[in-house]
């Protein structure tokens, strides 16, 4: 959990000059502060399920959480399609084939989610 | 986060005798488990945003995040319906009517979430 | 699309005795108008392509058709835990819990999709 | 239902130049081929429910015409992308910021839907 080893394979685009910058940068605070609000709805859940709370009221917290996720995960998104996405159709080639079909099929992703 | 005030209408539920306990009790180690890996992902992400990684893999991140929590309900709401929902349907009457109206919201929200 | 052969073995459940009809029987006039509309929908999502309507009109469509299948879905489920399921875990044994979890596997079918 | 009024605001798109046809024109067969599929489920549910059949089969057939659905969607949103969001792109300006927020709003919809 801790470790996403296929994350080794984009290392190097850390090290890319200013404007190659993933487009969530700037956003990154934002990001983190919905994350930890994330992180603490999944721990609010095992703490309901150590104290068998109501099985419905668990369930709305769920759906809480994914909800959270679903945004963070849409605001990535849109960042993603403005920058990185964006500059690689700039450029053209099959670089820009290669990046709308990889956004794409995060989407498929997510829809099925 | 750390609270849910809602939880407390239902407080009592816990010390109803043996019998009446929710359907989740039984399987409570492996709902912790479950959780503890979602939390784990979560903060996973939260490294993943810290450390710029690409955009893409966060993406697939959340969504295994999603579907675990998805699973977690999936599984949390079968053993409501077997207990909660069943034992309320035997004693029949305007109880039996109001669980399955309750388990029917909570599952919309799970399916427009 | 117009035969679903796996319905077959259900067949015999047409002709079980007044209180063991389908939960949805006595909606069947709102389901039926309900699932006109959506044809309507998915046609007039035919006649948006043939006239190479704006991507993102079509789009919005989709979501709309397929919010509508929700719904009609969750309509049925909620009749069909007060219904089916409500009077076999009123006989109890083992035909309960097939139910329960028969309900279980197709309410994680929609989740899903 | 077989009235889109909104859609008459890109009437005008349809008569552009070859290259700034919509991204989908090429596969419209395919679509047409997939959505006359969808309109043959959603008959098909209408059957079901006027030949009172088992709920859990109509689910199931739900399940499948929401992923059809899905599918077209998806397909639909690549070839947007691809397109009109790209072509957008290569302009510059405030109408590529412009297409990459509509593109964002629609795959939110389809998350949430």
């Known amino acids: ?3 996403e080893p296929q994350a080794l ?3 190097d685009a850390k090290e890319t000059p200013a404007g190659h910058e993933h487009g969530y940068s700037g956003r990154k605070d934002e990001h983190l502060k ?3 609000r994330v992180e ?7 703490r309901m399920v150590s104290e068998d709370e109501y099985c419905i009221d668990i369930l709305t ?4 959480a994914t909800k ?3 945004s963070f995960a849409l605001s990535l998104l ?6 990185c996405v964006a500059n690689a159709v700039e450029k053209g080639g099959p670089e820009a084939d290669a990046k709308v079909k990889e956004a794409s099929q995060a989407i498929a992703r997510l829809v099925r989610s």
């Not at 849109?78 to 920058?83: A, P, Q």
């Open 1 to 3: 959990m801790e470790q």
């Open 78 to 83: 849109e960042e993603h399609l403005g920058h």
């Open 40 to 46: 603490g709805q999944v721990r609010g859940l095992q």
């Open 61 to 64: 917290q769920v759906s809480a």
């Open 9 to 11: 394979a984009h290392a």
């Open 68 to 70: 959270a996720l679903q």
């Open 34 to 36: 919905r994350l930890r």
